[in-house]
C-alpha cells in the first residue's frame, strides 16, 4: 500500500512498531539533540554505566548498542535512528515492563533463551566470536554477557506483552471508520496497489482406516507413557508433526479467541490441570493434549500432532481426480465455483466457491507486492480464465495434497474508495485508535511512575516526557 500523506504514514507505522518487539513510537525522525549514530563502536572508547532508570528497570548506555544490533539482525536499518531515539525506544520498553509486572503478566524463560540464543549467533556472525562479542560490550566473560541480554529479551517481550493487553480491548465501530475516512483529504487519501481475488480448489489423498488406527494406537501409547512419568515434552520435541510448535515441546498459550480449528480449542478447554486428553482428531491429523496450566480464560498447554501417512496410491488417485475436476470446467461441464463447492476437500473455501481470505486482512485481496511468493509464483503469469496444473502443496500442517487455482478477479491500483475498500480503511482507523491509546497509557504511566534520564541524555529531546519538564 502507498500512502500519499506522511503523517498518516507515520501514525500506521508507528502502530505496527508498538506491538512488535523490536520497535517503539521513539524510533521516528524528529529534531533530537543527540550523539552521532555508532556506525564501528569498536573504534571509541565506551564507559557502560546507567543512564535512566524506570521504576525497578535501569538502562545500561550499552543497551543502545545491543538495540542497534537487534535492528540489524532483523534487516532493518539504522543509518537515520538517532542514541536519543533509542534511548527513548528503551524507556518505553521499560515503561511497558514494568507495568507488565505489576499486572503478572508472565514471560517464559525457554522463550527467551531462544531468542537470545538467535540474537547470539548474529552478534557472532558480524563480529567474529563469541570473545569479540564480550569485548565489545565490555563485559568481563561470556556468562555475564548472556545474563544481561537475557534481562534484555524478556524486558522486551514483557513490553511487547504489555502492549498487546492494551489494545487487546480496543475496536473500532463502523461510524468511527467513516469519520476516519471523511477527515483525510481527497488528495491525501491512500493509495492501494494492484489486487487479485483467487481460488482454488484442494483434493486430499484418502487415508486408510488401518493408518487412522495406527496413529491412534501410538498416541494411546505416549499418554500412558507420560501417565507412568515419561516426559510430554520431549515425546512432542521427537514425534509431533506440528513443525510449528516440536521445537518447544509442543507449547502453546490460548484462549477463546486464538486461532485455533473447533475441535482443538474444545477439547483444550474441556480438560483440567495435569489432564491429557484421549487421541481426537482435527482437519490435521490426530493430536492429544496436556494442560499444563490455567490462568482465567488462557490455558498453557502442549499437545503432539500425528499426520497419518500417505500411501503413493492415494497420492496418484488424488492426482488423478484433481485433473479430472480441471478437465470438467475448462470444458464447461461446471464452473469452477460450483466444482468447489461439490468437489474440494478444503473447508474453509468450500463454502465461498474455493475463494482464498487473505489471513494478512482478512478479506479476499491479495495485493501483489505482499503475497506470498509461492502463492504469487503460482499465479502472477495466469491469463483470464485459466487455470493451474495440479499442483502438490506439501502443507506442514495437514500433509500433502494436490490443488488447482484460478483468478478470478484483478483489481488496478487505484485511490481508497470507502465501499469498495472499506476493509482496509477499517483496520487504518482501528490502528490509529490503537495508537491513540498506547499514547495515553504511556502519558499515564509515566506521571505515576519513577522515571530518571542521567548526564548529557538529559540534553535529548524525547516525543515522551521522559524528563518530566
Given at each position: 500500500?502507498?500512502?500519499?500523506?506522511?503523517?498518516?504514514?507515520?501514525?500506521?507505522?508507528?502502530?505496527?512498531?508498538?506491538?512488535?518487539?523490536?520497535?517503539?513510537?521513539?524510533?521516528?525522525?524528529?529534531?533530537?539533540?543527540?550523539?552521532?549514530?555508532?556506525?564501528?563502536?569498536?573504534?571509541?572508547?565506551?564507559?557502560?554505566?546507567?543512564?535512566?532508570?524506570?521504576?525497578?528497570?535501569?538502562?545500561?548506555?550499552?543497551?543502545?548498542?545491543?538495540?542497534?544490533?537487534?535492528?540489524?539482525?532483523?534487516?532493518?536499518?539504522?543509518?537515520?535512528?538517532?542514541?536519543?531515539?533509542?534511548?527513548?525506544?528503551?524507556?518505553?520498553?521499560?515503561?511497558?515492563?514494568?507495568?507488565?509486572?505489576?499486572?503478572?503478566?508472565?514471560?517464559?524463560?525457554?522463550?527467551?533463551?531462544?531468542?537470545?540464543?538467535?540474537?547470539?549467533?548474529?552478534?557472532?556472525?558480524?563480529?567474529?566470536?563469541?570473545?569479540?562479542?564480550?569485548?565489545?560490550?565490555?563485559?568481563?566473560?561470556?556468562?555475564?554477557?548472556?545474563?544481561?541480554?537475557?534481562?534484555?529479551?524478556?524486558?522486551?517481550?514483557?513490553?511487547?506483552?504489555?502492549?498487546?493487553?492494551?489494545?487487546?480491548?480496543?475496536?473500532?465501530?463502523?461510524?468511527?471508520?467513516?469519520?476516519?475516512?471523511?477527515?483525510?483529504?481527497?488528495?491525501?487519501?491512500?493509495?492501494?496497489?494492484?489486487?487479485?481475488?483467487?481460488?482454488?480448489?484442494?483434493?486430499?489423498?484418502?487415508?486408510?482406516?488401518?493408518?487412522?488406527?495406527?496413529?491412534?494406537?501410538?498416541?494411546?501409547?505416549?499418554?500412558?507413557?507420560?501417565?507412568?512419568?515419561?516426559?510430554?515434552?520431549?515425546?512432542?520435541?521427537?514425534?509431533?508433526?506440528?513443525?510449528?510448535?516440536?521445537?518447544?515441546?509442543?507449547?502453546?498459550?490460548?484462549?477463546?479467541?486464538?486461532?485455533?480449528?473447533?475441535?482443538?480449542?474444545?477439547?483444550?478447554?474441556?480438560?483440567?490441570?495435569?489432564?491429557?486428553?484421549?487421541?481426537?482428531?482435527?482437519?490435521?491429523?490426530?493430536?492429544?493434549?496436556?494442560?499444563?496450566?490455567?490462568?482465567?480464560?488462557?490455558?498453557?498447554?502442549?499437545?503432539?500432532?500425528?499426520?497419518?501417512?500417505?500411501?503413493?496410491?492415494?497420492?496418484?488417485?488424488?492426482?488423478?481426480?484433481?485433473?479430472?475436476?480441471?478437465?470438467?470446467?475448462?470444458?464447461?461441464?461446471?464452473?469452477?465455483?460450483?466444482?468447489?463447492?461439490?468437489?474440494?476437500?478444503?473447508?474453509?473455501?468450500?463454502?465461498?466457491?474455493?475463494?482464498?481470505?487473505?489471513?494478512?486482512?482478512?478479506?479476499?485481496?491479495?495485493?501483489?507486492?505482499?503475497?506470498?511468493p509461492s502463492l504469487y509464483s503460482e499465479v502472477s503469469n495466469l491469463k483470464d480464465n485459466a487455470i493451474t496444473v495440479p499442483i502438490l502443496d506439501d502443507d506442514p500442517r495437514s500433509g500433502k495434497k494436490y490443488k488447482i487455482i484460478t483468478v478470478t478477479n484483478r483489481i488496478n491500483e487505484h485511490t481508497a474508495d470507502y465501499a469498495k475498500d472499506y476493509i482496509k480503511i477499517k483496520d487504518l482507523a482501528l490502528k490509529e485508535k490503537q495508537i491513540k491509546a498506547i499514547g495515553?497509557?504511556?502519558?499515564?504511566?509515566?506521571?505515576?511512575?519513577?522515571?530518571?534520564?542521567?548526564?548529557?541524555?538529559?540534553?535529548?529531546?524525547?516525543?515522551?516526557?521522559?524528563?518530566?519538564?
Amino acid at each position: 500500500m502507498k500512502y500519499t500523506n506522511s503523517k498518516l504514514t507515520v501514525a500506521i507505522i508507528a502502530v505496527l512498531c508498538t506491538v512488535s518487539f523490536a520497535n517503539a513510537q521513539e524510533i521516528i525522525k524528529d529534531s533530537v539533540k543527540t550523539k552521532p549514530v555508532v556506525k564501528n563502536t569498536s573504534k571509541r572508547q565506551k564507559v557502560d554505566g546507567v543512564i535512566a532508570t524506570v521504576g525497578d528497570y535501569i538502562v545500561l548506555d550499552s543497551d543502545i548498542d545491543k538495540s542497534f544490533l537487534e535492528l540489524s539482525s532483523q534487516g532493518q536499518s539504522i543509518k537515520d535512528i538517532t542514541r536519543c531515539q533509542m534511548l527513548g525506544k528503551l524507556l518505553e520498553d521499560k515503561l511497558f515492563a514494568h507495568q507488565a509486572v505489576q499486572d503478572s503478566i508472565i514471560i517464559k524463560d525457554e522463550e527467551v533463551k531462544e531468542k537470545m540464543n538467535d540474537q547470539i549467533s548474529y552478534m557472532v556472525e558480524q563480529l567474529g566470536s563469541m570473545d569479540k562479542v564480550v569485548q565489545y560490550f565490555k563485559k568481563d566473560n561470556e556468562d555475564e554477557f548472556k545474563s544481561e541480554l537475557f534481562d534484555i529479551i524478556k524486558t522486551i517481550k514483557l513490553g511487547g506483552e504489555m502492549q498487546k493487553k492494551i489494545i487487546d480491548g480496543v475496536e473500532i465501530t463502523p461510524e468511527e471508520t467513516r469519520t476516519f475516512f471523511k477527515a483525510i483529504p481527497e488528495a491525501d487519501l491512500p493509495v492501494f496497489g494492484a489486487e487479485m481475488e483467487v481460488a482454488q480448489i484442494v483434493v486430499a489423498p484418502k487415508i486408510s482406516e488401518e493408518e487412522k488406527q495406527r496413529v491412534i494406537n501410538r498416541l494411546k501409547e505416549i499418554k500412558a507413557e507420560v501417565l507412568a512419568g515419561a516426559s510430554f515434552k520431549t515425546r512432542a520435541v521427537i514425534y509431533s508433526d506440528d513443525r510449528g510448535s516440536a521445537s518447544s515441546g509442543g507449547f502453546y498459550k490460548i484462549n477463546r479467541k486464538t486461532q485455533f480449528v473447533k475441535e482443538f480449542k474444545d477439547v483444550a478447554f474441556s480438560l483440567s490441570e495435569g489432564e491429557i486428553s484421549e487421541p481426537f482428531e482435527t482437519e490435521y491429523g490426530y493430536h492429544i493434549i496436556m494442560v499444563e496450566k490455567i490462568k482465567g480464560q488462557e490455558v498453557e498447554l502442549r499437545h503432539i500432532l500425528m499426520m497419518p501417512k500417505v500411501s503413493d496410491q492415494s497420492l496418484k488417485d488424488a492426482k488423478e481426480k484433481i485433473t479430472l475436476i480441471k478437465r470438467r470446467i475448462e470444458n464447461g461441464e461446471i464452473s469452477f465455483a460450483e466444482a468447489a463447492r461439490t468437489m474440494s476437500d478444503e473447508k474453509e473455501t468450500r463454502a465461498n466457491g474455493g475463494t482464498l481470505i487473505n489471513p494478512k486482512t482478512q478479506d479476499t485481496h491479495f495485493e501483489l507486492t505482499k503475497m506470498d511468493p509461492s502463492l504469487y509464483s503460482e499465479v502472477s503469469n495466469l491469463k483470464d480464465n485459466a487455470i493451474t496444473v495440479p499442483i502438490l502443496d506439501d502443507d506442514p500442517r495437514s500433509g500433502k495434497k494436490y490443488k488447482i487455482i484460478t483468478v478470478t478477479n484483478r483489481i488496478n491500483e487505484h485511490t481508497a474508495d470507502y465501499a469498495k475498500d472499506y476493509i482496509k480503511i477499517k483496520d487504518l482507523a482501528l490502528k490509529e485508535k490503537q495508537i491513540k491509546a498506547i499514547g495515553k497509557w504511556t502519558d499515564e504511566k509515566i506521571k505515576e511512575t519513577y522515571i530518571k534520564v542521567n548526564g548529557e541524555y538529559r540534553d535529548c529531546v524525547f516525543v515522551n516526557n521522559w524528563i518530566k519538564k
